[in-house]
C-alpha cells in the first residue's frame, strides 16, 4: 500500500497546502531568515533532508513536509521563534497577477 500522491513540485507558487512548493523563499511572513534543513542550531529540526527525502527540504528554504493546512513554513534562525509560516502567493492568485500584465 502507498501513500497519498504529492501533487508535482511548483517553482513559485503554492497549491493547496503547499507541499509541492519547491521555491526559493527562506524568509518567514515576519521576514526572519529561515535555519537550514540540516542544522541543528538554533532549534533541532524534526523534519530533516534525511528523514523526509521526497519533501524537497534543501537549503533553508520555505517548505510542508508534514502537509499542514497553513501552507509551507521553516524553523527560524531566531531562537525565540522554533518555526513560522511564509508568504508563498497561490498559484490562482499569481498567474491571475501575470494575466493583467
Known sequence: MSG???PGPTPKCKEGKGVGYRGTEAKTRKG???QKWADNVPHKPNYTPEKY???GLEENYCRN???GEQGPWCYTTDPDTRFDYCNIPE???AS???NKM
Do not use: F
Open 53 to 55: 527525502p521526497q519533501a
Open 32 to 34: 526572519v531568515q529561515c
Open 4 to 6: 497519498p500522491s504529492l
Open 65 to 67: 513536509p508534514d502537509g
Open 91 to 93: 498559484c490562482e492568485a
Open 96 to 98: 491571475a497577477k501575470l
